[in-house]
């Protein structure tokens, strides 16, 4: 559930949770019962361990601590197989 910030002009800030589809544009003050409107703020990404969280983390990490390899990379292959026909041996090699 989505939680929505409030401003209530004589106490300040407060938080509620509400369903997207059902929340008021005014709310009562949870302090002094005045009337609170509600204000638009950034999304709250920050809470708990979601995927977009860990992205966020991980995006940051690189910004200071970027990955340092010790070597180049290397192709890897495969070893071609071997044939063990004596009438290979004689076909022309590339």
Not at 1 to 20: I, L, V
Not at 48 to 53: K, L, R
Not at 74 to 82: A, M, N, W
């Amino acid at each position: 559930m989505p939680t929505y910030a409030f401003r209530c002009a004589a106490c300040g800030e407060f938080d509620a949770a509400f369903p997207m589809a059902s929340v008021p544009a005014q709310l009562d003050c949870q302090a002094c019962g005045g009337a609170a409107r509600r204000i638009f703020s950034a999304p709250h990404l920050g809470v708990g361990p979601s995927t977009a969280m860990k992205l966020l983390d991980a995006t940051k990490r690189t910004a200071s601590e970027p990955a340092v390899t010790e070597s180049l990379p290397g192709r890897q292959t495969s070893p071609r197989p071997v044939s063990r026909n004596p009438l290979h041996a004689k076909l022309p090699r590339p």
